[in-house]
Each structure stands twice: as structure tokens, then as C-alpha cells.
């Protein structure tokens, strides 16, 4: 299952990383490096819908699979993340909370899968709501522009990043409680 449909969608997040970030080292007007990297990372980021609904529509679901989804999107976040404070867009706070909730969101499911407690920790609609602000926000930064002549995309996307630090935050408090139960259970 590793060269599946579903499955070379999620290999392209991967691939767009070094292109998205080459983007901005090209020698062109600056307007225009922000306008391609914003619409590689819209193309890209849809693939992760995309996967998964054809992952189901054609009957390719796989472990692996379902092990690289998650992956993709979290470099594809985690380096967006970084060419934006690199370019000072964003905090390096902001980075700082998505990143770090990453790693330690991705290291408790990891755990409690290994104790057989991984539905304590599934995805829940914060979190869903957490990636989808942050989804929105990242190409609003990565943009910087005047959007239809009227949305300030550099302000909104300030805004929104720090929108999903919150429920960053908010869905790892949450996770965290739901997996402290569990936790206890295996320190004593």
C-alpha cells in the first residue's frame, strides 16, 4: 500500500516542503513568490481531504497510509510555520505552541497506542477546528497581501494564527485529560 492513489497524494505534502520553501529563494518579484507559495500550499493542504476521501472511495485504506496522513501534515504545517517566522509573519511563540503541541500530541497517541488506549486520544472536533483555522491562517501569511482589494491577508492571518495557538492549546489541555486517566493508571 505504499504506491496507492491516496497514498502518493500524501507523499506529494511531503514533496511540496523543499518547493514551498524554494518559492521564496527564487529570483522573482516578492508579490509573486508569495502569490505561488500561497497557491502551492492551498493545492497541497487539499490533498489531505482529498486523500482520504479517495483512500475510502476506492477501498485503499492502509495502516501505513493512515500513519503518513497525519505526518504530511504536520511537516507541511510545521515547515510553513518556519518560513514564516523566518520571514517575520509570525511569532515565534505562535510556532513555538503549534510546533511543541505537535510533538507532544504526537508522542501521547504514540504512548497510549502502545497501552492500547489509543481511542482515548482519537481526533476530536477541537482539534479538527484547530487545523482548519491554521490551514486558513498559514496561506493568509503566506500571501501578505491585499486580497480582492479589500482583506488585508497579513492582519487576518495574524489574527488567525493566534486564533489556532488558542485552540492549540485548548485541544492539547483536551487530549491530555482524556488520556490522564490512563496515565495514572499505568504510574502506580
Given at each position: 500500500m505504499f504506491f496507492t492513489i491516496p497514498t502518493i497524494m500524501t507523499w506529494t505534502?511531503?514533496?511540496?516542503?523543499?518547493?514551498?520553501v524554494g518559492v521564496f529563494y527564487a529570483p522573482l518579484d516578492p508579490a509573486m513568490r508569495n502569490l505561488?507559495?500561497?497557491?502551492?500550499?492551498?493545492?497541497f493542504a487539499a490533498?489531505?481531504?482529498?486523500?482520504?476521501f479517495l483512500a475510502r472511495k476506492l477501498n485503499q485504506t492502509s495502516a501505513f497510509g493512515a500513519f503518513l496522513d497525519p505526518v504530511a501534515d504536520k511537516f507541511l504545517v510545521c515547515a510553513s510555520?518556519?518560513?514564516l517566522v523566518h520571514m517575520q509573519r509570525a511569532d515565534v511563540f505562535v510556532a513555538l505552541i503549534i510546533i511543541g503541541r505537535e510533538i507532544a500530541i504526537s508522542a501521547l497517541r504514540e504512548w497510549m497506542?502502545?497501552?492500547g488506549a489509543s481511542k482515548s486520544v482519537a481526533v476530536h472536533m477541537i482539534g479538527k477546528l484547530k487545523t482548519t483555522v491554521q490551514m486558513i491562517a498559514i496561506p493568509f501569511l503566506l500571501y501578505d497581501g491585499q486580497l480582492f482589494g479589500v482583506i488585508d491577508t497579513?492582519?487576518?492571518?495574524?489574527?488567525l494564527i493566534w486564533v489556532a495557538a488558542v485552540l492549540t492549546v485548548w485541544s492539547m489541555v483536551y487530549y491530555l485529560q482524556k488520556a490522564l486517566p490512563e496515565i495514572r493508571a499505568r504510574v502506580r
Open positions: 505534502r511531503i514533496v511540496a516542503i523543499p518547493l514551498i505561488i507559495a500561497t497557491v502551492m500550499f492551498i493545492v490533498t489531505d481531504w482529498l486523500d482520504g510555520l518556519l518560513v497506542a502502545q497501552i497579513g492582519v487576518w492571518g495574524t489574527w
